[in-house]
């Protein structure tokens, strides 16, 4: 199973679903829905953020809130 | 219910929809800022003309992605809108969507169509989606939608003067709302909103879906009614998590579509000009260093601009209480006023130049969209000490002053870590400490240099160093110390570089440095008046006595009037009540290397650090100036009567300097800390730690250096 935190600086994948009920509200929330392409677009500076662009917006996740989007091999 | 019959408008939207620019053209100056009841969250109400006299109030809710909150803010919103008795319930809402954003923002509407409360949508920012060729078809929305939908742009003011004839026309002729309903219930939520509507006597379907949801924190809830809405959802199997993410997931699979026909594809695959900017801003090494050349420029820029403003400021209070002794009758009333209060009330007037153009330059920042790149790459980092990425502004900003760092951490959505940044913001080095670090280093490092460096100057990086990393700990140490409540979360948005809307800078700037004075103002008043009749007033022989004893002194040794005037200002302080308690304190503090003059100069500086220096120019009468050089050169002569070695040695001035480093000297910054809390526990353990900090701080340096 591979997430958000598998892919390579500028790599792109579509979502499958979420590891965690409570986070997945708030992804849902900020529109990272199932089958949404999210490109990985940097890690932030000192790590542990990422910096994430979907539907042609910038989103910026924590490592676990990134670890919690599965995405489609 | 409602304090007024004029009706309400309530601006709704998603954080950076541009709601707050929307608020200001329609309100102009005839806003204002209150808050609402029980929590820190700005409620701005004002109201606007929709044309031919006919006035509503307006009112701009707090930034909300959805109606299932995640920060105090959008419960507000929820709070509202569930309980039509309330106060702010909207007759009419004008929701306002970021056209380029639309996909995100249309969440929101749909659950706003579901509510059934009277409805406009306004899509903004066509300004910047002309510029960027995206189409937007209104009139297919709209029938999508059944609401009517305006297009409009905040910045060039567009098609205003529709929205409000629109809003009249909604207000005037069609109360209620029938747009279709969005969102077709799951069979379980059906089912428990109808078992559950005839408990609450609701009509509406989505908001007895709402309450299922949160009735355990709704205010207007009470306890009976809680358990018997658990009790009632129970029946039908509900889970309120996997209602949530069906419902949310639903309404995006609707509307999804409708927006693929409304508007044309943004993404072209080439990189646009947000991500040119970001590849550097952002990047793994320039992104930092940008960050610190950026605050760097920020705080010359406000120290060289506040520079004669602060002056004016001293000198108008200063020749404002002159007056005032000159032209009222001698008497104490005259002394409270032009001593205590004037000059109270001066000593937080003069910090306005400083808050305003702190102020100013982190709301261009904000708008521009930088706040939210540092945060993004400071956020790890902080999260180390318990903070969030979000107290980057607040520590950045307490480096000029702490009072609108505190007032800054409105944006942390989460409890503790907004707490833990107040707690531990006012130990960074402000502005008010330089005068004080200025007249102490001097005793301290002799003038010179080291390794081509000013030996002062090393000495000063070295305090605000020392004080950085004093903050950095305590933050450390509260987030050992302090319960873990709400899970925290980054989650947050990188909108576009945008040019800044100058309106929404001015009407921020000014509301928040009237906040300012007015909060800090109350609290100054009162202790200004505490501090003057302690140091103004004692028991009244030995004030008597101090006097005559004065005047022997200045016969025998023939000093002229001012000298003599100057040498009773003395002997007075010392005997006063402020002077018994300096004597009082000296076994305490003489560990530290202290005196009791020291002692009443330490007590004074509770209202402000840089009344230090006015205090010791009064005990040691000098002439009327403030000069640092003079006050120095007095100091320096100051010999201890017992052992005969100067007083300020480099011991006693180190250990005074780590005092002024780490104690809470300033009264405003405690009632900012208890404004933002709401609570006076807060406020005092911030006070009791960081004067632990500062005793036992100069305890270990005036025993290791004398």
């Known amino acids: 199973m591979k997430t958000i935190l598998d892919l390579k600086i500028g790599e792109s994948a579509k979502v499958e679903k979420f590891a965690n009920d409570n986070l997945s509200c708030k992804l849902l929330t900020m529109g990272i829905l199932p089958d949404t392409k999210i490109t990985l677009v940097r890690k932030a500076p000192f790590g542990g953020a990422y910096y994430l662009k979907l539907n042609g917006n910038n989103i910026a996740v924590r490592e676990n809130e990134a670890a919690s989007i599965i995405i489609k091999e | 219910m409602k304090d007024s019959s004029k009706e309400i408008v309530a601006l709704i939207g998603n954080p950076n929809s541009g709601k707050s620019s929307l608020f200001n053209i329609l309100t102009g100056l005839r806003q204002q800022v209150g808050n609402f009841p029980g929590v820190t969250v700005d409620k701005k109400i004002g109201s606007t003309n929709l044309g031919n006299n006919y006035f509503v109030d307006v009112i701009d809710l707090p930034g909300a992605y959805s109606l299932y909150p995640n920060s105090s803010d959008e419960k507000i919103v929820v709070e509202i809108l569930s309980n039509p008795e309330n106060p702010n319930y909207p007759d009419l809402i004008i929701y306002v969507l970021d056209i380029m954003?639309?996909?995100?923002?249309m969440l929101l509407a749909t659950q706003l169509i579901d509510l059934k409360i009277p409805l406009i949508i306004v899509l903004n920012m066509t300004d910047i989606a002309d510029k960027a060729g995206v189409k937007y078809e209104e009139d297919l929305l709209e029938k999508k939608l059944g609401v009517k939908v305006i297009p409009i742009s905040c910045r060039e003011e567009r098609n205003i003067d529709i929205l409000k004839a629109t809003a009249f026309e909604r207000l005037k002729n069609a109360k209620k709302n029938d747009a279709p309903t969005f969102y077709k219930f799951s069979n379980?939520?059906?089912?428990?909103?109808?078992?559950?509507?005839?408990?609450?006597?609701e009509d509406n379907d989505y908001r007895t879906l709402l309450i299922a949801h949160h009735h355990q924190w709704l205010k207007n809830k009470t306890a009976a009614e809680r358990i018997n809405i658990k009790n009632i959802v129970a029946q039908t199997n509900f889970e309120s998590l996997k209602s949530q993410i069906a419902e949310t997931m639903?309404?995006?699979?609707?509307?999804?579509?409708?927006?693929?026909?409304?508007?044309?594809?943004?993404?072209?695959?080439?990189?646009?000009?947000?991500?040119?900017?970001?590849?550097?801003?952002?990047?793994?090494?320039?992104?930092?260093?940008?960050?610190?050349?950026?605050?760097?420029?920020?705080?010359?820029?406000?120290?060289?601009?506040?520079?004669?403003?602060?002056?004016?400021?001293?000198?108008?209070?200063?020749?404002?209480?002159?007056?005032?002794?000159?032209?009222?009758?001698?008497?104490w009333f005259t002394r409270l006023l032009s001593e205590g209060i004037i000059a109270g009330l001066g000593g937080i007037m003069v910090f306005i130049p400083q808050i305003t153009f702190l102020f100013l330059l982190v709301s261009i920042l904000e708008e521009i969209g930088y706040m939210s790149r540092a945060v993004f790459m400071f956020d790890k980092i902080l999260q180390k000490f318990g903070l969030n990425g979000r107290s980057i502004v607040a520590?950045?900003?307490?480096?000029?002053?702490?009072?609108?760092?505190?007032?800054?951490?409105?944006?942390?959505?989460?409890?503790?870590?907004?707490?833990?940044?107040?707690?531990?913001?006012?130990?960074?080095?402000?502005?008010?400490?330089i005068p004080v670090y200025t007249v102490l280093i001097g005793f301290i490092v002799p003038a010179g240099s080291y390794m081509g460096f000013n030996q002062q100057g090393l000495a000063f990086m070295g305090i605000y160093l020392l004080s950085i990393i004093a903050a950095l700990g305590s933050a450390f140490v509260f987030n050992l110390i302090l319960k873990k409540e709400d899970e925290s979360y980054l989650m947050m948005e990188l909108p576009i570089y945008k040019a800044p809307i100058w309106k929404n800078i001015l009407f921020n700037v000014k509301e928040k440095v009237l906040t300012f004075i007015i909060e800090a103002g109350k609290v100054i008043f009162v202790i200004s008046i505490i501090l003057w009749c302690?140091?103004?007033?004692?028991?009244?022989?030995?004030?008597?006595?101090?006097?005559?004893?004065?005047?022997?002194?200045?016969?025998?040794?023939?000093?002229?009037?001012?000298?003599?005037?100057?040498?009773?200002?003395?002997?007075?302080?010392?005997?006063?009540?402020?002077?018994?308690?300096?004597?009082?304190?000296?076994?305490?503090?003489?560990?530290?290397?202290?005196?009791?003059?020291?002692?009443?100069?330490?007590?004074?500086?509770?209202?402000?650090?840089?009344?230090?220096?006015?205090?010791?120019?009064?005990?040691?009468?000098?002439?009327?100036?403030?000069?640092?050089?003079?006050?120095?050169?007095?100091?320096?002569?100051?010999?201890?009567?017992?052992?005969?070695?100067?007083?300020?040695?480099?011991?006693?001035?180190?250990?005074?300097?780590?005092?002024?480093?780490?104690?809470?000297?300033?009264?405003?910054?405690?009632?900012?800390?208890?404004?933002?809390?709401?609570?006076?526990?807060?406020?005092?353990?911030?006070?009791?730690?960081?004067?632990?900090?500062?005793?036992?701080?100069?305890?270990?340096?005036?025993?290791?250096?004398?």
């Open chain 2, 534 to 706: 302690l140091a103004s007033y004692g028991p009244k022989e030995k004030m008597a006595a101090a006097e005559i004893q004065a005047t022997e002194i200045a016969n025998e040794r023939s000093l002229n009037e001012i000298e003599t005037l100057q040498l009773i200002a003395s002997l007075k302080k010392e005997n006063s009540f402020v002077g018994h308690l300096g004597k009082f304190i000296e076994p305490a503090i003489s560990p530290l290397g202290f005196d009791w003059k020291i002692g009443i100069a330490l007590i004074t500086s509770f209202a402000a650090r840089e009344v230090f220096v006015g205090t010791i120019a009064t005990i040691y009468s000098i002439d009327g100036t403030e000069d640092e050089g003079t006050i120095r050169e007095r100091m320096a002569a100051e010999v201890n009567p017992i052992t005969g070695n100067p007083v300020y040695g480099f011991a006693t001035s180190f250990s005074l300097l780590i005092f002024y480093v780490f104690a809470m000297q300033c009264m405003s910054t405690l009632a900012i800390t208890k404004r933002e809390t709401k609570s006076w526990k807060w406020p005092i353990i911030q006070f009791a730690y960081m004067s632990v900090l500062a005793y036992f701080g100069s305890l270990i340096i005036f025993q290791l250096f004398s």
């Open chain 2, 188 to 201: 379980i939520d059906q089912r428990t909103i109808d078992n559950l509507k005839p408990y609450l006597h």
């Open chain 2, 395 to 433: 520590l950045v900003s307490s480096g000029a002053c702490a009072i609108p760092a505190i007032m800054s951490t409105r944006t942390i959505s989460n409890r503790r870590e907004r707490l833990i940044t107040i707690m531990i913001t006012p130990l960074i080095s402000c502005s008010a400490r």
């Open chain 2, 250 to 331: 639903g309404r995006f699979s609707k509307f999804v579509p409708y927006i693929h026909q409304i508007q044309s594809d943004k993404n072209s695959g080439k990189p646009s000009v947000t991500d040119r900017i970001d590849n550097v801003i952002t990047h793994r090494f320039f992104g930092p260093l940008i960050f610190f050349s950026i605050m760097l420029l920020v705080f010359q820029l406000i120290f060289s601009w506040s520079e004669y403003p602060m002056e004016w400021i001293e000198k108008a209070f200063a020749w404002g209480g002159n007056t005032l002794q000159e032209v009222l009758p001698e008497s």
């Open chain 2, 101 to 105: 954003n639309i996909e995100r923002h």
